[in-house]
């Protein structure tokens, strides 16, 4: 690829951001990991050869032209301002930066991966959302941490949700359930019966939108929750670790040019 062009694979978000805010969701295409980590393997803790992860890397901060931050994600609620002295392996879940040439990176593999800007550009975020880190404890989790650290109003902030496990593929416990509607019973509505016993479908991306809502950010775009987002049901195109158990990680990029 040549500098600054990004593969024809990978998601551009289609939303209302100011030209000055650049954003990219990588899939499978582009890199130089081998199976069971093929192709664009963005993850350095998953057993991939460190030389090919460093490759990617490269790969993706030249189709950015742009320096990828890569935090070391723990399910939590922690937030992080990346400066140029930010290094990669910092402990958070969730990033932002009003700096230029900086992008605030989410690795994923069927967790949820949440860009964030508003109207005028003056700043980009990024959250990392499995269950645990959006349900939180005490209804603070990961979401509601950002917002609270960015400080901006609800009214001007856009949200574009990237592709994650979808609802007809993440079946979890009561307990999952429980730890949403114990912060608000309207999440009952984002659950389903599985067939097995005891468990539940959830919708990833239906509990994200309601806790935005609850902050009052309704410019959402992005996933949907229908199959062509759902990393388990493309496995040509999005690496899945339910799915596979070994695999490599996608990466959801927002920067300012």
């Known amino acids: 690829m040549a500098g600054g062009a990004l593969h024809a694979d990978w998601l551009i978000p ?16 582009g890199g130089r990991s081998q199976p069971p980590y093929d192709s664009l393997n963005l993850g350095d803790h998953v057993g991939d050869d460190p030389l090919a992860v460093g490759a990617n890397r490269a790969v993706l901060a030249q189709a ?21 002295h930010t ?3 910092t402990p958070a879940d969730a990033c932002y930066t009003r700096q230029r040439g900086l992008a605030c990176t989410i690795m994923v593999a069927d967790c949820l991966p949440l860009l964030y800007t ?38 001007d902030v856009l949200v574009w949700l990237g ?14 359930k429980a730890a949403f509607e114990a912060h608000d019973a309207r999440a009952a509505a984002c659950f389903r019966p599985a067939p097995a016993a005891g468990k539940w479908l959830a919708d990833l991306p ?25 990393t388990v049901a493309n496995p040509s ?21």
């Open 206 to 230: 239906a509990l994200a939108r309601q806790r935005l809502a609850a902050l009052g950010i309704t410019q959402v775009y992005g996933n949907d929750g229908s199959t062509p987002w759902c």
């Open 118 to 155: 508003d109207r005028r550009g003056s700043f980009v975020a990024a959250a990392h959302a499995g269950w645990r880190g959006l349900a939180g404890q005490g209804g603070r989790g990961v979401l509601e941490s950002l917002h609270a650290t960015l400080g901006v109003n609800a009214a």
């Open 237 to 257: 195109r999005f690496f899945s670790h339910r799915r596979d158990r070994v695999s490599g990680r996608l990466a959801a990029c927002v920067w300012l040019a």
């Open 163 to 176: 592709p994650c496990i979808g609802p007809q593929a993440f079946e979890v416990g009561a307990e999952v």
């Open 14 to 29: 289609q939303w209302p951001a100011p030209a000055v805010v650049r954003a990219v969701c990588t899939t499978r295409a």
């Open 64 to 84: 950015l032209q742009a320096h990828p931050v890569f935090l070391q994600q723990v399910h939590g609620s922690g937030v992080v301002a990346l400066d140029a």
């Open 87 to 89: 290094p990669h392996g």
